[in-house]
């Protein structure tokens, strides 16, 4: 079966940086466009990032306007993982980050058009 292991979460400053990753087994991941989204308490799940699968062409990334020029999202098919560098943290972007399988084709910041979801890993920033 699918599975999804993300890592990479902590605690950080604002300002500072972490990298999150995403390890996937059970499916053929350069096949897949993967995504990251995040869930902040008392909110809903939120789209963060997304990158295309790999292609004949480049891949292709996506991120929400609120990590646009902060984060940045790639994909290691030989390790299977993708991953979601964070660049100067605010704390805002606390909340725990789930990475997923996009499996449906539309719209990249509807959670619907994932089929498969990891556990989530939690990232608190610090003022």
């Known amino acids: 079966q699918v599975q999804l292991v993300e890592s990479g979460g902590g605690l950080g400053q604002a300002g500072g940086s972490l990298r999150l990753s995403c390890a996937a087994s059970g499916l053929t991941f350069a096949s897949n466009a993967m995504g990251w989204f995040r869930q902040a308490p008392g909110k809903e799940r939120e789209f963060v990032s997304g990158?295309?699968?790999?292609?004949?062409?480049?891949?292709?990334?996506y991120y929400a306007d609120s990590v646009k020029g902060r984060f940045t999202i790639s994909r290691d098919n030989a390790k299977n993982t993708v991953y979601l560098q964070m660049n100067s943290l605010e704390p805002e972007d606390t909340a725990v980050y789930y990475c997923?399988?996009?499996?449906?084709?539309?719209?990249?910041?509807?959670?619907?058009?994932?089929?498969?979801w990891g556990q989530g890993t939690q990232v608190t920033v610090s003022s």
């Open positions: 990158i295309s699968w790999s292609g004949d062409s480049s891949t292709i990334t």
């Open positions: 997923a399988v996009k499996s449906r084709v539309g719209n990249w910041y509807w959670s619907r058009n994932y089929s498969y």
